[in-house]
């Protein structure tokens, strides 16, 4: 069992800030394109976000301008700053290679928006 671990998570009003960490569970340095997932309930998974080993960025257009993924390669962990949070945001976020590995599913860390 050998799995992303997520979190800084939490419950956040509309227009507030988190940042979520991921531990990339290995003790090499990961060089492989990262991605940022999440899933609403009653829908699918979606990437949000993603970055390649030398900092190159991709967001889907809802959370442009808001998100900013991150990573810093010798501590292997990757890093979403979520800022002006909407409703719409809130679901669980969850790490993983781009394009994922399905062995590697972490558990994923809560991410609720609400007044």
């Known amino acids: 069992q050998v799995q992303f671990v997520e979190s800084g998570g939490g419950s956040m009003q509309p227009g507030g800030s988190l940042t979520l960490s991921c531990a990339i569970p290995?003790?090499?340095?990961?060089?492989?394109?990262m991605g940022w997932y999440r899933q609403a309930p009653g829908k699918q998974r979606e990437l949000v976000a993603d970055?390649?080993?030398?900092?190159?960025?991709n967001y889907v257009d809802s959370v442009k301008g808001r998100f900013t993924i991150s990573r810093r390669n010798v501590v292997n962990t990757v890093y979403l700053q979520m800022n002006s949070l909407k409703p719409e945001d809130t679901a669980v976020y969850l790490c993983?290679?781009?394009?994922?590995?399905?062995?590697?599913w972490g558990q994923g860390t809560q991410v609720t928006v609400s007044a």
């Open positions: 993983n290679f781009n394009p994922p590995r399905i062995d590697m």
């Open positions: 290995t003790t090499g340095i990961v060089f492989y394109p």
């Open positions: 970055i390649t080993s030398d900092g190159k960025t």
